[in-house]
């Protein structure tokens, strides 16, 4: 495929880098100032572009491609809005200050990218060399769906983290946050801030959450380049997303479970895939009828809840 060419990833790695710098150093420091409708514009904007994007996979790849990169994009940002939920439990639990959040979630986005490719480049190469693998994936896959349907809610435990728990014992934290610093300069030496501990944390949810996605794409393709852009671009919006999402986020209550599905549907198919090989295009379609059905179930209960708080309400 024409994807391997290095024409093709010098355009993606131009593409990505021009959006990064966008959101990291113009939409970050805009949210302060304008607030709301730019993260939502520019929430629109990278969406935008993943979409287009697909369409230049087309034009080198060919329909086969494009079909794999889209559904590989649908499943990932599902997970990606998922993993949202999760930031916002940690956020909630630190009694983070909005402004400081904004910090978090920038480290957060460009440690998710460089994870992804150490994990893409992981994935390709024991897949190549361990077709086995393909069962263990899609095994883990259908474990963490089941978890997902029975579990009704998330819980957030930083006590329990290891890695909180080390930096606990061998650093001094501040009992408050210092606007967005991680680290304070006193007359004793360096102190760490809280803010370093929700960062832990975060990566850490962040870690876990490449561990269901990553497996799931291998569902789709085993193209390093269709793996790691649709990767990317679902990533690469996350911030904005948050803070766009964080007050409808308890709107969504089928959110979850349609991931559990959509997780489940891929880890089946894999499981199967010596024997059974469903189009991609069929893939794609199941994906976006989850996502879709999910969301208008949502919206549904939603409307219906406001209702019955009107009529309580009422005269």
């Known amino acids: 495929m024409a994807s391997h060419h290095p024409a093709v990833w010098g355009v993606f790695g131009a593409l990505i880098a021009s959006l990064l710098v966008v959101d990291l150093f113009v939409i970050g420091r805009a949210h302060a100032s304008h607030g709301p409708r730019t993260l939502a514009r520019w929430t629109v904007a990278v969406v935008v572009a993943a979409l287009l994007f697909g369409g230049y996979v087309f034009l080198v790849g060919g329909s086969q491609k494009a079909l794999e990169y889209y559904a590989g994009y649908l499943i990932e940002l599902s997970l990606s809005v998922d993993n949202l ?118 990566e850490w949810s962040d870690v876990t959450f490449a561990i269901d996605s990553i497996p799931a794409i291998f569902s789709v393709t085993r193209d390093p380049f269709i793996v790691f852009s649709s990767n990317i671009f679902a990533v690469l919006g996350l911030r904005a997303m948050f803070f766009v999402l964080a007050d409808l986020m308890k709107r969504f209550v089928y959110l979850k479970p349609g991931v559990a599905v959509i ?25 976006l009828t989850v996502l879709i059905v999910a969301v208008l179930l949502s919206v549904r209960k939603a409307r219906r809840a406001r209702g019955l708080v009107s009529d309580d309400t009422g005269p």
């Open 85 to 202: 939920f999760v930031f916002l439990l940690i956020f909630r639990y630190f009694a983070v200050p909005t402004a400081s959040q904004t910090r978090v979630l920038m480290w957060g986005v460009v440690t998710a990218i460089v994870l992804r490719g150490l994990m893409v480049v992981a994935g390709v190469v024991l897949l190549a060399r361990f077709e086995w693998i393909i069962y263990l994936l899609g095994a883990v896959l259908v474990f963490t769906a089941v978890r997902m349907l029975r579990d009704e809610d998330i819980q957030v435990a930083p006590e329990r983290n290891p890695l909180v728990r080390l930096v606990r014992r061998v650093l001094p934290i501040t009992k408050r946050y210092h606007g967005d610093a991680f680290l304070i300069k006193r007359s004793t030496g360096l102190l760490a801030t809280p803010l370093v501990l929700v960062l832990l944390v975060v």
């Open 263 to 287: 997780l489940g549907f891929v880890g089946v198919k894999m499981l199967l895939s010596a024997w059974v090989h469903p189009p991609v295009a069929l893939s794609l379609g199941v994906i």
